[in-house]
């Protein structure tokens, strides 16, 4: 029934089930995220999005399924070991340290490559020095190259929402993921904004090699960013495709607008 | 994201501060480094005595501050560990180990029986570290009273040590001030490395937002089992150091009412500072020898008058004065020159974007996987 993992897949979900008591959330989703691709992940309200995310995460535990990242096994992986697997995450509602700075929100992106423990950290060696210095510098020139230097020591809570999604992008890109999931990027961004968000992602999926994963709503940018999307209706996979398809499939405009009066003919 | 036309500042490793702030800090800091070397030699043993107790507490404050004020998991039994520390030394006092054994384990034994707790603790979830840190003064004490073979029951221990060597012309007094500072400036330094860097960083996404921790590497579990064991350790330390100045412990020491008032000192002082932990020592030692002065029968609620007062008037904590001042200043001054810009100030958490919440919403909750 389900297919083989594809071998050329940086991700592979497999039969990925998930329920909360006795609710289905998810119902046996499949697909695959070529490498370096950008796939959108779409669908109405509910459909399950976020909680695939989650489970692709480690911070939900899927019932039944297989979910291989790189080709690892991870569905019993706990979260905080995926980072160190390749994989970062954005949340749909960027949760930043709104009393720190910029960088130092972004500098948590470096956590889990960092070395030493809290012994080496105690006592400022001058190794862990090092290290520290050369995360800041990567954390800066990331925050420059996404448009915020200048904003790298203002605390956080001085800047718009907008920015904070910014700020939470460059956090993940310092985890140096091969695998970066995006959970609604573009939610409460202008339109320039969402423009730059497109240009920033782009580039940084070249440049870092990067395979993206992106649920979002805003179909311009799933336009203009995905390969692939993948449609969940209900917990389940409705159809897969490019954006373009997926726009004129009668399931897909089914699922979001309802059903057509008097069109009625079971899909 | 706004476009990059502001001038990117150029690549600093320090966040810049205005050059009067930190003028400002190093000529403060420099004059309470010369009073605190200074101050012993031209006072009382009674000064000296409370001088050496401001360091004994802040020790035990600055432990507090790394599990509650950085790590932000409420513990109410900090007062355990600083009994069970002193303990310890009186244990080696009376069976002559050497001082240095004594120091070593009085920070070792807490730390190993502050891992064991947060092991099983810290898998609980709100209040039940709470919970859980709150029973153990309350065991503590009648544990102390029992084992009097280790404690010496209700009278306690009382020992004699730690004399000024006759070499150095030192009162005892004066020794053992100076014996304690040199331990919590030791402690202070290697707390204040700690929270700067990777692992302060993980301690304080484990208060904001567990989900962004484990999304970041970061196991809750394992931070809040690290923190709380540091914090231990340095319970005990400071016990070691309490030993040193007062040359007494029973069950006294530990009792629930002393974790209480530090968690009220660390408040007091500022949560999450290093600086503010200092502060809330001078707080939890000053004030209620103050308020004794004012008027012994009423030292309790002159104590917790204040208490409140500095709570209503500064709830960040001492350590937030000055930062205060200077958003009032400021503050005045845009109301004169320009329309009052609201941007720097704490109160309103600013959100320039309408739509946009100003504080996150806190992510999906989230099934906190143990090792």
Same mark, same amino acid.
């Given at each position: 029934m389900t297919a083989p993992p594809a071998p050329d897949a940086m991700l592979s979900v497999r039969g990925v089930s998930l329920r909360f008591g006795g609710i289905t959330v998810l119902d046996d989703v499949s697909f695959d995220a070529p490498r370096g691709?950008?796939?959108?992940?779409?669908?109405?309200?509910?459909?399950?999005?976020?909680?695939?995310?989650?489970?692709?995460?480690?911070?939900?535990?899927?019932?039944?399924?297989?979910?291989?990242?790189?080709?690892?096994?991870?569905?019993?992986?706990?979260?905080?070991?995926?980072?160190?697997?390749?994989?970062?995450?954005?949340f749909q509602h960027p949760a930043l340290r709104l009393d720190a700075t910029v960088l130092e929100n972004v500098l948590l992106g470096a956590h889990s490559w960092?070395?030493?423990?809290?012994?080496?950290?105690?006592?400022?060696?001058?190794?862990?020095?090092?290290?520290?210095?050369?995360?800041?510098?990567?954390?800066?020139?990331?925050?420059?190259?996404?448009?915020? @230097?200048? #904003? /790298?020591?203002?605390?956080? =809570?001085?800047?718009?929402?907008?920015?904070?999604? &910014?700020? $939470?992008?460059?956090?993940?890109?310092?985890?140096?993921?091969?695998?970066?999931?995006?959970?609604?990027?573009?939610?409460?961004?202008?339109?320039?904004?969402?423009?730059?968000?497109?240009?920033?992602?782009?580039?940084?999926?070249?440049?870092?090699?990067?395979?993206?994963?992106?649920?979002e709503h805003h179909m311009g940018l799933i336009s203009a960013l995905t390969d692939r999307v993948v449609v969940?209706?209900?917990?389940?996979?409705?159809?897969? @495709?490019? #954006? /373009?398809?997926?726009?004129? =499939?009668?399931?897909?405009?089914?699922?979001?607008? &309802?059903? $057509?009066?008097?069109?009625?003919?079971?899909? | 994201?706004?476009?990059?036309?502001?001038?990117?500042?150029?690549?600093?490793?320090?966040?810049?501060?205005?050059?009067?702030?930190?003028?400002?800090?190093?000529?403060?800091?420099?004059?309470v480094a010369v009073v605190l070397v200074v101050a012993p030699l031209v006072s009382s043993p009674y000064i000296n005595f409370q001088l050496a107790s401001i360091m004994v507490f802040a020790v035990a404050l600055l432990g507090l501050n790394v599990i509650m004020g950085y790590t932000g998991q409420v513990s109410l039994g900090q007062s355990a560990f600083l009994g069970l520390g002193a303990y310890i030394t009186a244990y080696g006092v009376l069976n002559d180990w050497p001082i240095a054994l004594s120091l070593l384990l009085s920070a070792v034994v807490p730390a190993a029986?502050?891992?064991?707790?947060?092991?099983?603790?810290?898998?609980?979830?709100?209040?039940?570290?709470?919970?859980?840190?709150?029973?153990?003064?309350i065991i503590g004490v009648p544990l102390a009273r029992r084992f009097d073979g280790f404690t010496g029951g209700s009278q306690g221990q009382v020992v004699s040590w730690l004399r000024a060597p006759e070499s150095l012309g030192l009162a005892n007094d004066q020794w053992r001030y100076y014996v304690v500072a040199v331990i919590a400036l030791v402690a202070f330094l290697l707390v204040r490395n700690l929270v700067r860097g990777r692992i302060g960083r993980s301690f304080a996404i484990v208060k904001e937002n567990e989900a962004v921790a484990l999304s970041m590497g970061v196991s809750p579990y394992r931070t809040k089992v690290l923190a709380f064991t540091i914090a231990s350790a340095l319970g005990g330390l400071s016990g070691f150091m309490y030993l040193a100045v007062v040359q007494y412990t029973s069950p006294e020491t530990?009792?629930?009412?002393?974790?209480?008032?530090?968690?009220?000192?660390?408040?007091?002082?500022?949560?999450?500072?290093?600086?503010?932990?200092?502060?809330?020592?001078?707080?939890?030692?000053?004030?209620?020898v103050l308020a004794g002065q004012v008027n012994s029968s009423r030292t309790a609620l002159i104590s917790g008058a204040v208490l409140l007062a500095v709570l209503f008037v500064l709830p960040a904590g001492?350590?937030?004065?000055?930062?205060?001042?200077?958003?009032?200043?400021?503050?005045?001054?845009?109301?004169?020159?320009?329309?009052?810009?609201?941007?720097d100030d704490a109160?309103?958490?600013?959100?320039?974007?309408?739509?946009?919440?100003?504080?996150?919403?806190?992510?999906?909750?989230?099934?906190?996987?143990?090792?």
């Open positions: 691709g950008i796939l959108g992940l779409v669908g109405p309200n509910g459909a399950g999005k976020t909680s695939l995310f989650n489970c692709i995460s480690g911070h939900y535990q899927p019932a039944a399924g297989s979910i291989l990242v790189d080709g690892t096994e991870t569905v019993r992986t706990p979260a905080w070991r995926m980072a160190r697997l390749g994989l970062a995450r954005t960092l070395p030493g423990g809290p012994v080496a950290w105690a006592l400022r060696l001058p190794t862990t020095r090092r290290h520290e210095r050369e995360a800041r510098a990567r954390a800066l020139e990331l925050v420059e190259r996404t448009g915020l @230097g200048w #904003a /790298a020591h203002t605390r956080a =809570d001085e800047l718009s929402h907008g920015l904070h999604k &910014g700020v $939470e992008l460059c956090r993940a890109l310092l985890a140096r993921p091969k695998l970066l999931l995006l959970d609604e990027p573009a939610a409460g961004l202008s339109h320039a904004e969402v423009e730059q968000l497109i240009g920033t992602v782009r580039a940084v999926r070249q440049e870092f090699d990067l395979t993206v994963v992106v649920v969940l209706d209900h917990g389940a996979k409705l159809m897969e @495709g490019t #954006a /373009a398809q997926a726009q004129s =499939d009668p399931r897909v405009v089914e699922a979001y607008l &309802g059903k $057509e009066v008097g069109a009625g003919e079971p899909a | 994201m706004a476009t990059a036309t502001r001038p990117a500042p150029a690549a600093t490793t320090t966040p810049p501060r205005s050059v009067v702030t930190r003028a400002a800090a190093a000529v403060a800091g420099l004059a029986v502050g891992m064991l707790v947060a092991l099983a603790a810290a898998r609980l979830r709100g209040l039940a570290l709470a919970m859980i840190t709150l029973a153990l003064p530990l009792v629930f009412a002393t974790s209480i008032n530090l968690v009220a000192a660390m408040v007091i002082g500022g949560s999450a500072s290093i600086v503010g932990t200092a502060l809330g020592a001078l707080y939890y030692v000053l004030v209620p001492l350590v937030s004065l000055p930062r205060r001042l200077a958003r009032r200043r400021s503050a005045r001054r845009g109301t004169r020159t320009a329309p009052h810009d609201t941007a109160a309103t958490p600013t959100s320039t974007d309408g739509s946009a919440p100003a504080v996150p919403a806190p992510a999906a909750t989230t099934t906190d996987q143990h090792p």
